[in-house]
């Protein structure tokens, strides 16, 4: 595949303007790899973004219990490696090529230089990976659900009744400042955000987002207390994660315009900042035309933070997955089946 072919074929860059794609082009270098040869194994530094252009790579994540499971193969067009340019945790898996592969690779150090001067093509690179991290987190939820073999139904929870938040008075804004995985924010960034929203509160046990909500257009980002993510089963809720102070809620959906990827419900009293959806606009669909801000700019620093709740909701799908699978081979080992 010719470089400038790259974005036709990828169902993550196509979206790419051509500023966008040209900008791509000239920060990324090449790799290339044998069959059999290792890209970058779980537990690495996440230090790049890799997109293929020719051959096959395989994704392989290890589960509890020391047990391996291999996740879809990378195809030509493709992204992997997208968490490094979101978060900065170690790599999740291990990728490996199955087949002779090449491709274009892109710094993590490169492309935080070009965001934090709001270079265009970075910024609508981001909103793709983001786009990207939401769109596999949707699958793997989708294949817990389709799986429904992970916790027995005598600890699953009663599902929640619909709530009506209710207004709370106080300073949204020192609240979103004084928050740890909001820092990037700042106060002035504390402050843009919380002006068009409002503060709200929801009690313990009451439901706030439906998986059959299908105008999922608000983002809800926790300030005191804890939501709770859960799928429904036969005998009530299953639960997913949990989302603790400073984090952001519904931002699958709102990525993605598809309905929420899980019910969401009050885990104990939660005091949370409802932001309408409209606001996010400029980060979820940023173009070469409009003023996407910068890393110091409050959009930019939103754009970081929604960044790092999807990988966070991703390794969080990953993680329930993984023990699922890693229960559901040791019952078939211990009936005399094999792993």
Not at 15 to 33: G, I, K, S, Y
Not at 217 to 236: C, D, E, H, K, Q
Request: hydrophobic share 45%; aromatic share 4%; proline share 5%.
């Amino acid at each position: 595949m010719a470089r400038a072919d790259i974005f036709a074929q990828s169902p993550q860059l196509a979206r790419l303007d051509a500023l966008a794609r040209a900008e791509v082009l000239a920060n990324a270098t090449r790799f290339a790899l044998d069959s059999g040869q290792v890209l970058f194994r779980q537990g690495d530094v996440a230090d790049a973004l890799y997109i293929l252009e020719s051959g096959r790579l395989g994704i392989e994540t290890r589960l509890p219990g020391d047990d391996t499971a291999a996740l879809s193969p990378i195809l030509p067009g493709e992204v992997v490696g997208e968490f490094a340019l979101l978060d900065d945790a170690p790599r999740s898996a291990r990728v490996t090529a199955l087949l002779p592969s090449e491709g274009l690779r892109i710094s993590r150090a490169r492309f935080h230089a070009l965001l934090a001067d709001a270079q265009p093509g970075t910024v609508q690179l981001a909103a793709g990976l983001r786009r990207l991290v939401a769109t596999r987190t949707r699958a793997t939820l989708a294949r817990i659900a389709a799986e429904g073999r992970f916790e027995p139904s005598s600890l699953r929870r009663a599902i929640s009744f619909m709530a009506k938040p209710v207004p709370v008075a106080g300073d949204a804004a020192a609240l979103l400042a004084g928050l740890g995985k909001l820092a990037d924010l700042g106060p002035d960034g504390a402050r843009a955000l919380a002006t068009p929203s409002r503060m709200v509160g929801v009690e313990r046990g009451q439901g706030l987002v439906c998986i059959n909500d299908d105008t999922p257009n608000t983002l809800w980002i926790v300030l005191r207390g804890a939501l709770r993510a859960s799928m429904a089963r036969t005998g009530g809720a299953e639960q997913i994660s949990i989302h603790g102070p400073g984090e952001c809620v519904n931002v699958i959906a709102l990525e993605d315009g598809a309905a929420p990827s899980l019910d969401i419900a009050a885990a104990e009293d939660c005091v949370l900042l409802r932001v309408p959806g409209k606001v996010l606009q400029p980060v979820l669909q940023p173009d070469s035309t409009n003023d996407s801000g910068s890393a110091n700019d409050w959009h930019g620093a939103l754009a970081l933070v929604l960044g790092r709740q999807l990988v966070r909701d991703q390794r969080r799908a990953n993680r329930h997955l993984g023990r699922a699978l890693a229960l559901e081979r040791f019952n078939l080992g211990g009936l005399g089946g094999h792993a």
